[in-house]
């Protein structure tokens, strides 16, 4: 039996230790990339844009208005006026289960994602019913046809619509839009910024300049 050189143990250890340093090396890059792909802005991007769409729904703004109408009714030579003062809260909303990729625009020169709303829509009024007042004239008429009855009905449409009408108004809407934009660009931005991606969210309405 031929005996074991007593120099070649150490080379074999150092030659297993360069192999397990060699491994250990190549675990190390290779996490390293994937780490890299892990925080890559897209990855977040679409990451941010899952979550969003399991909001479902984005409430940025309600406003409370208050419709003030009034109808009138003319029979047998008597006459009759209702008017009706109605307030009633109105929801925007946008509904983030439209959200789609393509309309998500990351520019990787400037780091700069772009994000296109869908349209923001309007829930509602809901009618604050124990706050509704009423004013009457005309008794004989009330009291004798059913001219009541059609004057509420008439001033109950009416003021629904004074209420939507309201709620579209420039002024509202704008503000809407703005909170909902920023509603959005702070959901992308988070996640980016705690990524250490520095990155610049802007969120726009379809067929509107950005900001």
Do not use: C, H
Not at 105 to 131: M, S
Not at 171 to 196: C, D, H, N, V, Y
């Amino acid at each position: 039996m031929t005996p074991t050189n007593p120099r070649l143990l150490p080379r074999l250890i150092l030659l297993a230790a360069a192999a397990l340093l060699a491994l250990a090396a190549w675990w190390a890059v290779s996490a390293w990339r994937d780490w890299q792909r892990g925080y890559d802005p897209e990855t977040v991007v679409a990451a941010s844009l899952q979550g969003l769409q399991e909001q479902n729904i984005l409430v940025p703004f309600t406003a409370r208005y208050v419709a003030v109408v009034t109808s009138t009714q003319s029979r047998l030579g008597l006459s009759a006026k209702k008017t009706l003062i109605m307030p009633g809260t109105v929801r925007y909303e946008v509904d983030l289960a439209k959200l789609k990729p393509s309309d998500l625009d990351w520019d990787a020169a400037t780091n700069a994602l772009t994000v296109t709303l869908p349209p923001l829509r309007l829930a509602g009024p809901e009618i604050d019913i124990d706050a509704i007042s009423e004013f009457r004239d005309g008794a004989i008429l009330l009291t004798l046809t059913d001219a009541e009855q059609v004057l509420d009905a008439a001033n109950r449409k009416a003021a629904q619509q004074e209420l939507i009408k309201q709620a579209k108004g420039p002024t509202p809407m704008r503000l809407a839009q703005g909170a909902a934009r920023a509603a959005i660009e702070q959901s992308f931005a988070m996640p980016l910024k705690a990524a250490g991606i520095d990155a610049t969210v802007t969120a726009r309405f379809a067929g509107q300049p950005a900001g």
